[in-house]
């Protein structure tokens, strides 16, 4: 069965960065879309970044945008989120998800999902 398996959160100082990176083991049927969400305590999941198949289209929620890149290296059966200028309101458990289908900004249109990973911005 197809897993999503993340790595790269941790504990930074307002204004460094971090890479986060979420690799499939499996195959996923489709996967023409993968995402990374967020959700910080007391609060909704939030849509942070999405990337297509080629990686020519992505879409960010407007809080992150000129700070956050989303790419992909299918290859590797990985993306990536890197992060910069980080704010201590990005502090967040991070997921990524794949297989996203019709609309990007509704996690219930991704088939997979990673376990999740902490990121805490210090201020």
């Known amino acids: 069965q197809v897993q999503l398996v993340e790595s790269g959160g941790g504990l930074v100082q307002a204004g460094g960065s971090l890479r986060v990176s979420c690799t499939a083991s499996?195959?996923?049927?489709?996967?023409?879309?993968w995402g990374w969400f967020r959700q910080s305590p007391g609060k909704d999941r939030e849509f942070v970044a999405a990337?297509?198949?080629?990686?020519?289209?992505?879409r960010y929620t407007d809080s992150v945008k000129g700070r956050f890149t989303i790419s992909r290296d299918n290859a590797k059966n990985t993306v990536y989120l890197q992060m910069n200028s980080l704010k201590p309101e990005d502090t967040a458990v991070y997921s990524c998800?794949?297989?996203?289908?019709?609309?990007?900004?509704?996690?219930?249109?991704?088939?997979?999902w990673g376990q999740g990973t902490q990121v805490t911005v210090s201020s």
């Open positions: 998800a794949a297989d996203g289908r019709g609309n990007w900004f509704d996690p219930a249109k991704y088939a997979y």
């Open positions: 499996g195959r996923i049927v489709g996967g023409y879309v």
């Open positions: 990337i297509n198949w080629s990686g020519d289209y992505t």
